[in-house]
């Protein structure tokens, strides 16, 4: 078996993962044979709910951005779990927290959202410094959930990179019960590791927005690579597409499922290539 973790199936992966958020999402990709995250960014709740009933059966994940909807009641949590038991699949708010420890532990346990009580993973910008981690772990841990570090980002002119990026990834090495991966746009493996370091038991899953097979960009700094780039040659473990399957108009339907047929069809090509024998 190979010690790369791009080169293992998600199946071999998901049995070494203690993290149970981690493992859910291996596994989840494994059973539905599809590494496509849906990130649905639409405002009502009817829409939210409508598309992802629509995507689920194709989706191993489903992105959220609870604060956009505007007529946000907790019932529309009730109808996301009832979802994500329906069609099988992971929740992921994005909420990039980015505040030190004790304002982001309430706002992850706390507030109108209460994210922790139903997101299996959640993210954070690496910027404050461990103490994020600490924060967010002192609620997540305990219910089972996930942490993802933003290590860098789609959009032209980031700031999150070189050191900054490697700064990241040392700051989840060092909370690997916790922090299950990156958000960002390769694989981090080795990256900002000293020259004694062991890395080679370490798995951190990638998921990486900024995904879309039409357009190269939103206008708006917004940059798209093809699921082959990300999956393929970057190694990501997880392509996140919004508005490239709901974007024309979210009450086309047939437009929706074909367009998340053709992702997780091109995501799921692209890693059978990626783990196939040199
Ligand atoms: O670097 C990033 C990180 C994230 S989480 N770039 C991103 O675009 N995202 C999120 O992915 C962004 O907030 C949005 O929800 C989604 C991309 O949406 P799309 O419509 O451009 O595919």
């Known amino acids: 078996m190979s010690s790369e973790p791009h080169r293992r199936t998600y199946a071999q992966r998901a049995l070494h993962h203690k993290n149970p958020a981690a493992k859910l999402l291996l596994e989840t990709i494994e059973r539905k044979q599809s590494n ?11 829409d939210f709910l409508a598309i992802i009933d629509v995507v689920g059966p194709f989706v191993c994940l489903v992105k959220t951005h609870i604060d956009i909807i505007e007529d946000f009641t907790p019932s529309l949590i009730t109808d996301l779990q009832a979802l994500s038991a329906k069609h099988d699949f992971v929740i992921f708010e994005d909420r ?7 304002t982001v532990a309430l706002q992850y346990s706390s507030g109108v959202h209460k994210i922790a009580s139903w997101s299996h993973l ?6 404050p410094g461990p103490s994020i981690i600490t924060g967010l772990s002192s609620i997540g841990l305990p219910l089972g959930r996930g942490l993802l570090l ?22 989840a090495r060092a909370h690997r019960d916790f922090v299950v991966g990156f958000i960002a ?15 080679t038991e370490e798995d951190f899953l990638v998921l990486t927005p900024g995904v879309g097979l039409d357009v190269k960009g939103d206008g708006m700094g917004q940059q798209y690579r093809t699921p082959r780039e990300v999956v393929l040659e970057s190694g990501s473990d997880v ?5 490239g399957i ?33």
């Open 36 to 46: 496509l995250a849906v990130s649905v960014d639409v405002a009502s709740t009817k």
């Open 96 to 102: 990039k927290f980015a505040d030190i420890g004790n």
């Open 122 to 127: 959640t993210n954070a910008h690496p910027v």
């Open 150 to 171: 933003l290590a860098e980002m789609s959009t032209k002119g980031s700031l999150a990179s070189g050191s900054y990026t490697e700064a990241a990834v040392q700051m």
């Open 185 to 199: 746009q390769r694989r981090m493996d080795g990256v900002g590791a000293g020259p004694n370091e062991a890395t």
């Open 239 to 243: 392509i996140i597409v919004g508005r």
């Open 246 to 278: 709901y974007g024309k108009d979210p009450s086309l339907v047939d437009n929706i499922v074909a367009q998340a047929k053709r992702y997780k069809e091109e995501g799921w090509a692209a890693y059978l290539a990626r783990i196939e024998p040199a």
